[in-house]
């Protein structure tokens, strides 16, 4: 099982390659952290708490694994149940902390945070986790679901993996069903193989997207879906690179008024199409449910409309 293939590589360059991926590694720990942070605190609903306040819990999040994370190495497990209570301990932690500061943080956040700190202090030759390895959880995410259901044909939960807040009926319910039908391979290892496929893929589809017409397809394709999800749409418009990070620079008011700002849809071109949906995901980000209290007014299917409308026309 696992049969790992080895290279030799210049250590300047491995050092340099961490250092792009993960910035000046001072404390492995902490890099690894934050770089687990940036890849799903999109996902949290800050409601305007000052930013000191946001990197004081972030830095309380980092100070708990650089207290647990070691004394799991040092101490060890006997088995795959000791290791899942110990990370369902943390995840309970790590949620707590946010809620305590009024913040709604659900355990498919605090999944996400822990699993891949453990992945980047893997990656980052900091642990070897000799003995713990097969024991590690695979991070949950849109990717590994859209591995899982090719690979290993288990459906995707309804419930988007940010907002799960059931940690046995619906985290750990997911990873009992991967481990059952991942053949082998470790968990982890899978997810390091197959998330390299899904990458290619990804690739793949992004050429097709490029032009007019795959958009198009992606967007209708989205249009369909049965459940609505803020993530989904946020990550269909970065797949077709047609998040606004900018958006403000295509607002009229100031601060933003997204109720006015709709209005302006019937004229929009393409460009502002992407700045308003942007806009109101990013409202999402500030305000917990807004996107789909928005859908369900009716104030996003016309937006989506309109891009596929504005493709469409382009390609003629």
């Not at 708990?64 to 006997?78: N, S």
């Not at 006015?260 to 980000?285: F, G, K, N, Q, V």
């Amino acid at each position: 099982m696992n049969n790992i293939e080895y290279v030799s590589i210049d250590k300047d360059i491995l050092d340099f390659l961490k250092v792009i991926y993960f910035g000046a590694i001072t404390d492995p720990m902490e890099a690894a952290s934050d770089r687990a942070y940036r890849d799903f605190n999109r996902t949290i609903r800050f409601n305007n708490m000052p930013q000191e306040r946001r990197d004081f819990l972030r830095h309380t999040v980092t100070a708990l694994f650089q207290k647990e994370i070691p004394a799991l190495v040092d101490a060890g497990v006997p088995d795959q149940n000791a290791y899942d209570a110990w990370h369902h301990k943390i995840c309970e932690q790590i949620r707590t902390t946010y809620r305590n500061a009024r913040i709604e943080f659900y355990y498919g956040q605090a999944q996400k945070w822990l699993n891949m700190t453990m992945k980047y202090l893997y990656v980052s030759g900091e642990y070897t986790f000799d003995g713990l390895f097969p024991y590690l959880h695979v991070p949950i995410d849109n990717y590994v679901f859209s591995i899982a259901k090719k690979e290993l044909d288990i459906p995707q939960p309804k419930i988007s993996w940010s907002r799960w807040d059931d940690y046995n009926r619906q985290y750990m319910a997911y990873q009992t069903a991967l481990r059952s039908k991942i053949r082998g391979y470790h968990p982890l290892r899978w997810e390091f193989k197959f998330w390299m496929k899904e990458a290619r893929q990804l690739e793949q589809d992004a050429k097709v997207a490029a032009d007019n017409s795959g958009k198009v397809c992606i967007l209708q394709e989205l249009k369909h879906r049965d459940r609505v999800s803020e993530s989904d749409y946020y990550e269909t418009l970065e797949r077709i690179g047609a998040l606004k990070n900018n958006y403000g620079d295509y607002m009229t008011t100031g601060p933003i008024d997204c109720d006015t700002e709709l209005l302006r849809l019937p004229d929009a071109d393409y460009d502002l199409s992407c700045a308003l949906m942007t806009m109101l995901l990013r409202e999402d980000h500030f305000c917990n449910g807004s996107f789909e209290r928005r859908y369900r007014a009716g104030q996003v299917q016309p937006i989506l409309q309109r891009m596929i409308d504005l493709l469409s026309a382009e390609g003629r």
